[in-house]
């Protein structure tokens, strides 16, 4: 029944976000997998700039040439 309820709308190595509810009446909430806690929940907008702000990767990807995928020559 709960996964009828709650569905996983983004999630990496620090944390997962969930759509707890359907239609209107959904809200939103972070749950932090190093302190095993919901540090966030609200509305989807207020909840993805918290996303955005402490959770999202910052790793900058490299080929293995040592080279930046964004400025690959064609």
Known sequence: MLN???NIVRSNQ??????VGTGSSAIYTIFDLKTQ???????????KKAWNKHYRNSRQFVTPNG????????
């Open 67 to 74: 080279s930046n995928h964004r400025y690959l020559s064609a």
């Open 14 to 19: 620090n944390a997962v976000m969930a759509r």
């Open 37 to 47: 806690s919901n540090t966030y929940t609200g509305t989807l907008n207020a909840t």
């Open 4 to 6: 009828s309820i709650t």
